[in-house]
């Protein structure tokens, strides 16, 4: 069974930066696709960014040029890299793993869930 450890959230300032970790067992990150989904109180869990085994990566508009997703093959973990973060980033984030190397923006498409880490962005 696959096991998806994220870590990192916090209290963070608008305009600063915070880092996310999803640290993977029993899946390789290099073999499969990876991805990172938040949700806010009261909403539904939204796409953030992925990667797939390749490397080639794709991210929601909403955070596009302020946040990264990258991973370390060594350590098996996946990074969710967060510049600039607004009060509208405020969520819990998931990290989440396919059984597939290319996936995308749909909740479906990934197998595996971590616990979520919580990110609050004060204003």
């Known amino acids: 069974q696959v096991q998806l450890v994220e870590s990192g959230g916090g209290l963070v300032q608008a305009g600063g930066s915070l880092r996310l970790s999803c640290a993977v067992s029993r899946r390789t990150v290099t073999r499969y696709a990876m991805g990172w989904f938040r949700q806010a109180p009261g909403k539904q869990r939204d796409f953030v960014a992925c990667?797939?085994?390749?490397?080639?990566?794709n991210y929601a508009d909403s955070v596009k040029g302020r946040f990264t997703i990258s991973r370390d093959n060594a350590k098996n973990t996946v990074y969710l890299q967060m510049n600039s973060p607004k009060p509208d980033d405020t969520a819990v984030y998931y990290c989440a793993a396919a059984s597939t190397r290319v996936a995308g923006q749909g909740l479906d498409e990934y197998d595996s869930w971590g616990q979520g880490t919580q990110v609050t962005v004060s204003s």
């Open positions: 990667i797939t085994s390749g490397g080639a990566t």
